[in-house]
């Protein structure tokens, strides 16, 4: 069975940084490209950023672009986020995704982000 | 970036009633179109790809259709546990985009 957790969100001071997790399991973690994707409360969907297999290639929105950061373990089937520079508009559920060619084909159950002082 | 809206925001409806959700590209995506469904719990899950193809145990009432730039999504006969968020999203370029979402109430 595929499972994706997240972990390390929580409450944050604008301007901070905050590293989030993803554990995968239940599939060849290096097989597949990885997401983020975040849901500020009360709104709709937006994705955040992509990774390819080896972790060479990403991809991300003008929104979060040069403040955040995707990366990979392979060994350990995980994924981050680091997200520098956190602004109050950056407040959301945090959703780590299987990036199957072409959708989003698992979630996991999502992290809360709080940017606030 | 490609422009996802849908439409209706939200849509009232009643059990085994027959509904559809639309959703315009700003530009042609040539079917790479998707659907997901939204529990309030905050649980996501995919219903449809690639415009009509039925993800691995979703029920076969949903039902994906279209191409260029306008696509649906219709539920044929309404369950109770189909009331929820739905939304649709691109993946024929970067930035992928989504959808606005439509609320599919119990009338």
């Known amino acids: 069975e595929v499972q994706l957790v997240e972990s390390g969100g929580g409450l944050v001071q604008p301007g901070r940084s905050l590293k989030l997790s993803c554990a995968a399991s239940?599939?060849?973690?290096?097989?597949?490209?990885m997401a983020w994707v975040r849901q500020a409360p009360k709104k709709g969907l937006e994705w955040v950023a992509t990774i390819s297999t080896s972790g060479s290639r990403t991809y991300y929105p003008d929104s979060v672009k040069g403040r955040f950061t995707i990366s990979r373990d392979n060994a350990k089937s995980s994924l981050y986020l680091q997200m520098n520079s956190l602004k109050s508009e950056d407040t959301a559920t945090y959703y780590c995704a299987r990036h199957r060619t072409n959708y989003f084909d698992y979630w996991g159950q999502g992290v809360m982000v709080t940017v606030s002082s | 970036d490609i422009q996802m809206t849908q439409s209706p925001s939200s849509l009232p409806a009643s059990l085994g009633e027959r509904v559809t959700i639309s959703c315009r590209a700003s530009?042609?995506?040539?079917?790479?179109l998707n659907w997901y469904q939204q529990k309030p719990d905050g649980t996501i899950k995919p219903l449809i790809y690639y415009t009509s193809n039925l993800q691995s145990g979703v029920p076969s009432r949903f039902s994906g259709s279209g191409s260029g730039t306008d696509y649906s999504l219709t539920i044929s006969s309404l369950e109770p546990e189909d009331f929820a968020m739905y939304y649709c999203q691109q993946d024929a370029s970067f930035p992928r985009t989504f959808g606005g979402g439509t609320k599919l109430e119990l009338k």
């Open positions: 239940g599939f060849t973690f290096s097989n597949y490209y």
């Open positions: 530009q042609g995506i040539s079917n790479n």
